[in-house]
């Protein structure tokens, strides 16, 4: 069920390296940052989005299926403005 969790970290990890690689900015610096906030918005929004929303929908339903991947999604979009903040701060240098 978390297979996408697992992947979009994997992903995560790899996009923060090669993004620090062509800003030539500290590789495992980026990485680490990247995967940290990956994963603490994903536990975030598992425990505050995901538990409500799922006592809302019966049991092995297509619907919680969908609310599974809700922090995924949230994590994703945490890490596109990390990446942002972190590109923005090596050009104002």
């Known amino acids: 069920m978390y297979f996408l969790a697992k992947l979009f970290g994997i992903l995560t990890l790899v996009w923060f390296y ?14 680490i940052i990247g995967l940290v906030g990956y994963w603490l918005t994903w536990w975030l929004a598992k425990f505050f989005v995901l538990e409500p929303l799922s006592k809302l ?37």
């Open 18 to 31: 090669m993004t620090a690689k062509n800003q030539n900015a500290p590789l495992i610096n980026w990485s």
């Open 57 to 93: 929908v019966a049991k092995h339903s297509v619907m919680e299926m969908v609310l599974t991947q809700v922090p995924v999604v949230c994590a994703v979009l945490a890490c596109v403005l990390i990446r942002k903040k972190l590109i923005a701060s090596i050009s104002a240098n």
